[in-house]
């Protein structure tokens, strides 16, 4: 009977990380990922999106049975019914959502241990481009401040180097820091 | 007896969306909006956001009495447990939410009826800058390809017209197409 022991740091199977990182150097068209979204209005500024399918690793994915589903609304103060949190509120869940996972797995990856991580974010906004009212402002935020913590027994320069190195590689930090490409088609 | 009627065209309320034009107008510090998350990693690439304050209007915001709760996750080919929709995900689902709120809003203020409002999304990623296997590659999406599909009885030409608008408006086209200055802070 063979025994199996497999590297789990922060939740996270090291040796699967590495595999998968072994597997993209001797197939580069394994990294290509196709992420995909569907959203329907209801009413008013209530919106909902399903998330299931998406294409990477060579395939297309099959492991969600159901879609995760996201509804988006405004306050009351926006016209809106607190169906959900609004559209640049979800940015700032999907930015900490990825670097928590950029600074969780590259600490497993170096073996730091981490105990605990949260992050805090406010981002400054001026409706007046969203509402019409000037073409001098611009619609999205003018900034995003965001503050780790981090719970860890690794030393500080340590952490701060690990900090720097996700900031380098987040993909949602990437694509709110630097433009990205977006065409937009109306159907028939 | 006093009789009030209000102008709702598409669940949106046109006399107070008139309303809170002119008293921005009146007043521009009221256009100023503070968002903000607070997000805790739980394990994994599994993570929570709260999403409940903001300040806007001239006051903070009292009209959540409790967080709006999103879980983040990545699949099981990228070493998650599917807890949740990955962050590039949540990109996707931000921007639709974020469309869908500027169409049917300045839909509304125009007299244009919406009866229906869908998006597809999809994003092109590589992952090869997330692994560090390539600082030639960006980290974010390469790309977004995004159909509107609209049912109403106005004529094409006028539907064509609001796209445009809503795309010069919006506030998350604008944070993906455009560069957002983030600070980044890790806490003692």
Partial sequence: M?????TIVNGVNVDQLVGTI????GNPDLARFKFRAETEWIGGGHSR???QSFYGAGAEDTSRSKPFVLEGDEP???LGQNAGPNAVEAVLHALASCL???FVYNAAAQGIQVDSLEFKLEGDLDLHAFLGLSDKV????ENIRLTYRVK???PRDKLEALCDYVQKTSPVLDIIRNPVPVTIDLEN
Avoid: C, E, F, H
């Avoid at 072994?22 to 150097?25: H, L, T």
């Avoid at 611009?138 to 935020?141: A, N």
């Fill in 2 to 6: 063979a025994v199996q022991t497999q």
């Fill in 22 to 25: 072994n597997a993209i150097k």
């Fill in 49 to 51: 999106t399903r998330i």
């Fill in 76 to 78: 009351p103060v926006l």
């Fill in 100 to 102: 928590s996972v950029g």
């Fill in 138 to 141: 611009r619609p999205g935020y």
């Fill in 152 to 154: 860890s027994d690794a």
